[in-house]
C-alpha cells in the first residue's frame, strides 16, 4: 500500500507560479509518479511523470516548457513546479504512483486526494 498526499494548490494570477508536493508513504521504493489533472467539466488528464531515479520524464504538450516534474527519493516526495500559469490550468491536480513510467491512467495504482490550483485572468 502506498499513501499519497498532495499540496502546495491555491489561487494565484495568471502568470504566476506554484509549487506543487505529493508525499507518498508505504510501499514506496522503485516507483514511477504522475501528475494528472481534472478541469472543471473536463476528463481527468496526463501532466506529467517521472521514474524512480528521474533519468525520464514525460510531459504533456500544452505544459511543457512552463511545468517541471521532481523528485527527491530521500523525502518520498515528488515535486510540479508550474510557472507562468494561466487560467485554462485551473484545475485538481493529482499525484500518483505506477510500477512504471507511463501517460495512461490506467497504469497507475496509488492516488492521491487532490489539491485544487485555481488561476485567475
Known amino acids: 500500500q502506498v499513501q499519497l498526499v498532495e499540496s502546495g494548490g491555491g489561487l494565484v494570477q495568471a502568470g504566476g507560479s506554484l509549487r506543487l508536493s505529493c508525499a507518498a508513504s508505504g510501499r514506496t521504493f522503485n516507483y514511477a509518479m504522475g501528475w494528472f489533472r481534472q478541469g472543471p467539466g473536463k476528463e481527468r488528464e496526463f501532466v506529467a511523470a517521472?521514474?524512480?531515479?528521474?533519468?525520464?520524464?514525460y510531459s504533456e504538450d500544452s505544459v511543457e516548457g512552463r511545468f517541471t516534474i521532481s523528485r527527491d527519493n530521500a523525502k518520498n516526495t515528488v515535486y510540479l513546479q508550474m510557472n507562468s500559469l494561466k487560467p485554462e490550468d485551473t484545475a485538481v491536480y493529482y499525484c500518483?504512483?505506477?510500477?512504471?513510467?507511463?501517460?495512461?491512467?490506467?497504469?497507475?495504482?496509488?492516488w492521491g486526494q487532490g489539491t485544487q490550483v485555481t488561476v485567475s485572468s
Open positions: 500518483a504512483v505506477s510500477g512504471a513510467l507511463s501517460r495512461y491512467e490506467y497504469r497507475y495504482d496509488y
Open positions: 517521472i521514474n524512480w531515479s528521474g533519468s525520464n520524464i
